[in-house]
């Protein structure tokens, strides 16, 4: 009932969306004697406002199709490496570009696609060889192709970890965190050769008892069988995942909003203002902002309600008490690999000292190997995207990369 209900609403909102931006394109037209009355330009900014954000969203493209290396512009193409049901392996090729440190970045899988990582990619493409994965829609895996949850992220990793090969380089953006930090310490033990050099973390829920975060509040408070019952919904018929179980991305971008509520809409009446005042540039940054954060995707119940249980509850990474398929996950284990966790000073979704717990649990890593950064002033999203992103955090991020790719 839940999707069918959401279904019904984007369908209404879509023709609504529609019809706005008819009517800001009429009003703005300079052959139409009406745009130029005195409410004209108000009511024509007010109907594109209104268009942009009840429009329906679809997976973006990362459009990067060129980047800077030593100074010259190369070409930069897609390729997909490696497919498999509910993820692909990514790669960014650089024309005429090699002997770079293979960097594989893993993407969130909490309701957004992994282009909401074009800024991570688009600043680490002139060092670095580029990976990331791009993780599928649930509600577009058929149900014949299985289950989905924590155990297989973690073996996906692995997997894309072995393609790569020998002497990689990874950066765990927020989510990922413990199920990439699980694989490392699996391979550690296993002493597995695509094993890579670094792992970098950042606003990782490593460890939710500290500092916790509204969002952390909200995962204790509950109990688990209030998220079986009252956010897990069925994928309506139209879908090639028709009848599979998912957390929907609607619900996640829901709650996002809701924790920002009076920053978004104020970000939507500038926008309004920037339109009216004719100033379509900054209108079409917010544009675009927009455009990334509400295109969201499903999760498999499955994967969201084991990381709601393990991750957010029990805590059984910290506690040395993780299992992936039967087996205990040992961080001890990881003595060759550097890590490097980093935390945004005002992250409202990772706490300061989430991340870092995962240097603590490494018992045996040598300090050498263990590197902890704290950026001043930025909040989750501002970690991976945006100027200090760019000019504070990557350098840190490109520097210990570099000072252990020998």
Known sequence: MLYNAYEMQRAWLASASALAAAGAEWLG???????????????????????????????PAFGLDHTCVDGRTVRVTEEIVHRKPFGQLKKFVREGVE??????????????????LRGTVERMLPAHE??????????????SEGRFDLDDYIDYVIDFLDVIGPGSHVLAVCQPSVPVYAAIALMSADKHPALPKTLTMMGGPVDTRRAPTAVNQLAMERPFAWFEHNVIARVPRGYPGAGREVYPGFLQLSGFMAMNL?????????????LVEGDDESADATKS??????????????????????????????????????????????????????????????????????????????????????????????????????????????????????
Not at 262 to 274: A, D, I, P, R
Request: glycine share 10%; with cysteine; hydrophobic share 40%.
């Open 29 to 59: 037209n300079p052959a139409n004697p009406f745009g130029y009355l005195g409410g004209g330009p108000m009511f024509a900014a007010a109907l594109d406002v209104f268009a942009h954000a009840a429009a329906p969203r679809g997976k």
């Open 99 to 116: 002997g770079s440190p293979k960097l594989l970045i893993v993407a969130p899988m909490s309701g957004h696609y992994a282009t909401l």
């Open 130 to 143: 580029v990976y990331i994965t791009d993780w599928r829609d649930a509600r577009s895996v058929p149900m």
């Open 262 to 274: 009076g920053n978004h809409l104020m970000s939507h009446w500038e926008m309004f203002k920037h």
């Open 289 to 406: 902002f927009y455009d990334e954060y509400r295109a969201v995707c499903d999760m498999t119940a499955e994967f969201y309600l084991q990381t709601i249980d393990e991750v957010f509850q029990r805590h059984l990474l910290p506690k040395g008490e993780f299992m992936h398929r039967g087996r205990l996950v040992d961080p001890s284990a990881i003595t060759k690999v550097g890590l490097l966790a980093i935390e945004g000073e005002r992250d409202d979704i990772s706490g300061i000292g989430q991340t870092k717990a995962a240097l603590d649990i490494a018992t045996k890593l040598p300090a050498k190997l263990k590197h902890y950064y704290v950026a001043e002033g930025v909040g989750h999203y501002g970690i991976f995207n945006g100027g200090k992103w760019r000019t504070n955090i990557a350098p840190v991020v490109e520097n210990w990369i570099a000072s252990h790719n020998g």
